[in-house]
């Protein structure tokens, strides 16, 4: 699905089957995360409950809750990029989306979390799955990595709010250290948040090509790299 995925924003009217819904949640439920401790929540609502600058015509979006951290935010986009891709193999469509909150009087967050981003799905409105590679706009891996890696290929073709691709990569024998590009103050505030969803986002396409032996860890020695911030390292 990595390489056939695409967001979707043209959806019918017509609402997902409840013993679809039912499937779904009990995927949502075996969900891997990245730091077991910052679990995040999911939810589904009506689209009527949310509040949107785009104009949304699938019935039901999914909302998205975690603590207000740097691992509340990462394990949204891992284990919520797990969820986009198997609702896409099952021939829904998916988009993430930053810009849209759900409507505070009927919606409160659970305990000790913040709204994190939300995430429409439905039935796509005739839109085709993508037909390989050549059909995504992204970064050349020449720019994202010290050395070419077709491990990488995954991380590389992974969505991320505006396209940013926040991403870099540095290798050190057999680990991979993992970099999310600094943003300047004011961006920081208005981007800062999708960013690091967009991390998390990233190291799921990596995981679930490598669900055995994927390993995420943060480690004390570790390369700087210029405007760039350190994340993690990672084996495969
Ligand atoms: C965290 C996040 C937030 C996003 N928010 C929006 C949004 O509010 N509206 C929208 O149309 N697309 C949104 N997107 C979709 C991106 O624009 C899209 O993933 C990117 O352009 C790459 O295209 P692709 O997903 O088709 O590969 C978001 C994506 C991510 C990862």
């Known amino acids: 699905m990595i390489l056939r995925r695409r967001s979707v924003r043209s959806y019918t009217t017509d609402a997902v089957d409840e013993a679809v819904l ?3 949640t009990a995927f949502v439920a075996g969900l891997k ?3 077991p401790e910052a679990a995040p929540e999911a939810r589904i609502i009506s689209t009527k409950e949310a509040v949107f600058l785009q104009k949304w015509h699938n019935p039901q979006f999914f909302v998205f809750y975690a603590p207000a951290t740097e691992e509340g935010l990462l394990n949204v986009g891992f284990m919520y990029q797990q969820l986009d891709l198997y609702l896409q193999s099952k021939g829904l469509g998916t988009c993430w989306v930053g810009l849209g909150a759900p409507a505070d009087a009927v919606h409160k967050p659970p ?3 913040k709204l994190a981003v939300m995430m429409a799905f439905g039935h796509p409105d005739n ?3 993508r037909s390989g590679e050549t059909d ?3 970064h ?5 990595t010290d050395v ?3 491990r990488l290929e995954p991380a590389r073709l992974a969505p991320s709010a505006t396209n940013s691709q926040p991403w870099a990569f540095l290798h050190e ?3 991979i250290h993992v970099y999310r590009e600094k943003l300047a103050l004011i961006k920081a505030r208005t981007h800062g948040r999708m960013n690091q969803i967009d991390m998390g986002i990233m190291l799921a396409h990596l995981y679930v090509c490598h669900p055995e032996t994927f390993r995420f860890e943060r480690r004390e020695a570790h390369p700087e790299k210029a405007a760039y911030l350190y994340i993690g390292s990672v084996t495969l």
């Open 33 to 35: 995360p990245l730091f």
């Open 140 to 144: 050349k891996m020449a720019d994202i």
């Open 173 to 175: 024998g057999d680990t």
């Open 148 to 150: 070419p890696d077709g």
């Open 136 to 138: 995504f706009r992204r």
């Open 22 to 24: 039912a499937e779904i």
């Open 127 to 129: 839109v085709p799955e």
């Open 111 to 113: 305990q000790g979390m």
